[in-house]
C-alpha cells in the first residue's frame, strides 16, 4: 500500500523508544494450538474500510476455534505507528497487529515480534514479500496483501490526441515518447501525458532506479546505493519528463495529488498500484481506463510492498495469537479478503477475486509480482533516509540542481543514518 510511506518524525522516535527493548529474537512457535483453546486476543489494524473483511475473517476463525475472542483495535493510520511506538516500549502491544515494510525492521531488531511457526509454508507469497518480513535469517511476518507498480492510461485522452495506447513491451523511450506527444497535442488544455507522484520512491523512482540495474540500498542494508550510475540514470528518467514538458512540476503535483490529476483527465497515464483501484472504479472516467506494465528500461522491474500480520513476542496469550496468525495465513482468509474487495491478497493463486473487481486487466499486476519483482527497500530505521529523499530529490526533479549532484548528497546523508543503524 502506498501506506508503505511513514511519517518520518514519528519512527525516529520510535527508535529511541523501542532501542530498550530485548533482543531475544525466540525461534517460532509450532503450527497448530488446541481447537479447545479459550483465550481472548487484540488484533489492531489501521484501515477502517478493511474493517467488514477483518470482522468476517475473525467470525470464520471462531468457526475453527470458538473460544478464543478476538478485539479489533482500528487506530487511522497517522496515529497507528506512534501508538504502537508506546505499546512496545512498554511491552504491551496487541497480541496480533498490521506491519508494514518500514516499520518492519526497526520492531524485529529490538525483539518484539514473535518468528512465523512452522504452520505458515513461506511459498505460499511471492518471494520477495518474504524477503521483505525476514530479518537476521529468519521470517516474522505472514503477508497479507501485495501492490506492485503499473501504467494505468486513460484511453479516451490517448484517442483525443491521436497516440496509440501502450503495448506490453513497450521501453522508457516508447512511454516519454508517447508522454511528450500528448502533453503536446493537449497543451492547450492543460493536459499532461503522465502525472506521477515525486514525493515518494514506490510509485516512480524506486522503480526507475532498479530498471536502469541499479538499487536503493545494498542487500546488506549497510550502504545507500543512489550514488550509482544506474541510480542517477533512473533519477534522471524522471527529470527529464518533467524537463520537457511531458509531466507537471513537483510543485504541481504537491498542491494537487497526482490521482486527482489523472481522474479529472488532465493527465494521461499515471504510475500507481492496486490501491487505487477502487477510487478508479468510483471515477467518472473508469469506462476508458486501462492498465500496462511499467515501461522496460535496462530490465524490467518493480518494487513489491505489502501488509503483514504479526505477533506480538511478549503476548501473554501466545498460542492462541499464533493460531489467528496461522488461520490470517492460509488460503480461506486470502479468498475471503479479495472477494470482500478489501485488498489484493498475497497468498499465491487466491488473487482471481480481486482481479475480477475491474474491467482493466490487474493481472498485471500478478504477472510484475511473480516475474519481475524486488522487495520494497528498508533498513532498521528506514524513516530517517526517507525524510532525507524528500527533503533532496524535489530540487532534482524541478531541475534546481543537477540530478548527479544531489544523488550524491542523499548518498552521503543515508550513508550516514544507516550508519547510526
Known amino acids: 500500500m502506498r501506506k508503505a510511506l511513514l511519517a518520518a518524525g514519528a519512527a ?16 517460532g512457535s509450532g503450527a497448530t494450538a488446541d481447537h479447545n483453546l479459550s483465550a481472548s486476543i487484540s488484533y489492531a489494524y489501521w484501515d477502517v474500510n478493511q474493517k467488514p473483511a477483518m470482522e468476517a475473517l475473525i467470525k470464520d476463525f471462531n468457526k475453527e476455534y470458538p473460544n478464543i475472542k478476538v478485539t479489533s483495535q482500528v487506530t487511522p493510520y ?62 516474522y511476518g505472514a503477508p ?6 503499473g501504467v494505468f492510461y486513460n484511453k479516451a485522452v490517448f484517442d483525443k490526441a491521436g497516440v496509440a495506447y501502450p503495448t506490453a513491451d513497450w521501453t522508457w523511450d516508447d512511454f516519454h515518447q508517447k508522454a511528450k506527444a500528448i502533453s503536446d497535442k493537449l497543451k492547450a488544455e492543460g493536459v499532461y501525458g503522465v502525472a506521477s507522484g515525486l514525493s515518494g520512491g514506490q510509485e516512480v523512482y524506486y522503480n526507475t532506479i532498479l530498471q536502469a540495474g541499479g538499487d536503493i540500498i545494498s542487500s546488506d542494508g549497510k550502504k545507500s546505493g543512489y550514488d550509482s550510475a544506474a541510480a542517477i540514470k533512473g533519477l534522471q528518467f524522471v527529470r527529464d519528463l518533467v524537463a520537457d514538458g511531458s509531466s507537471p512540476t513537483p510543485s ?49 522491474a518493480t518494487v513489491i510492498h505489502g501488509l503483514a500480520n504479526v505477533v506480538a513476542k511478549d503476548s501473554k496469550n501466545k498460542p492462541a495469537a499464533v493460531a489467528f496468525q496461522t488461520y490470517l495465513a492460509g488460503k480461506q482468509a486470502a479468498q475471503t479478503q479479495a472477494e470482500m474487495g478489501a485488498a489484493n491478497p498475497a497468498f499465491n493463486g487466491t488473487q482471481d477475486a480481486f482481479v475480477k473487481t475491474a474491467p482493466w486487466d490487474l493481472n498485471i499486476f500478478e504477472k510484475a509480482a511473480a516475474d519481475y519483482a524486488y522487495p520494497y527497500p528498508i533498513s532498521k530505521n528506514t524513516a530517517a533516509w526517507n525524510k532525507a529523499e524528500n527533503d533532496l530529490l524535489p530540487d532534482a526533479f524541478s531541475g534546481k540542481r543537477p540530478v548527479a549532484d544531489v544523488a550524491k548528497e542523499l548518498a552521503k546523508q543515508m550513508n550516514a543514518d544507516l550508519a547510526k543503524e
Do not use: H, R
Open 144 to 149: 497479507k496483501d501485495f501492490d506492485t507498480i
Open 78 to 139: 497517522q496515529n497507528y505507528f506512534t501508538k504502537l511506538q508506546t505499546q512496545g516500549s512498554s511491552k504491551t502491544l496487541p497480541d496480533v497487529f498490521w506491519m508494514n515494510g518500514p516499520n518492519f525492521q526497526l520492531y524485529a531488531s529490538n525483539g518484539l515480534l514473535e518468528p512465523i511457526g512452522s504452520g505458515i509454508d513461506p511459498s505460499n507469497y511471492p518471494k520477495a514479500l518474504d524477503e521483505l518480513y525476514s530479518y537476521d535469517g529468519k521470517q
Open 252 to 300: 504541481q503535483l504537491s498542491d494537487t495529488p497526482q490521482d486527482q490529476w489523472f481522474i479529472n483527465s488532465k493527465s494521461a497515464m499515471i504510475w500507481s498500484g492496486t490501491w487505487l483501484n477502487s477510487e478508479l472504479l468510483a471515477s467518472p472516467i473508469k469506462d476508458t481506463i486501462a492498465l500496462a506494465p511499467l515501461p522496460k528500461g535496462e530490465k524490467q
Open 12 to 27: 525516529v522516535a520510535a527508535a529511541a523508544l523501542l532501542a530498550g527493548c530485548s533482543s531475544n529474537t525466540g525461534s
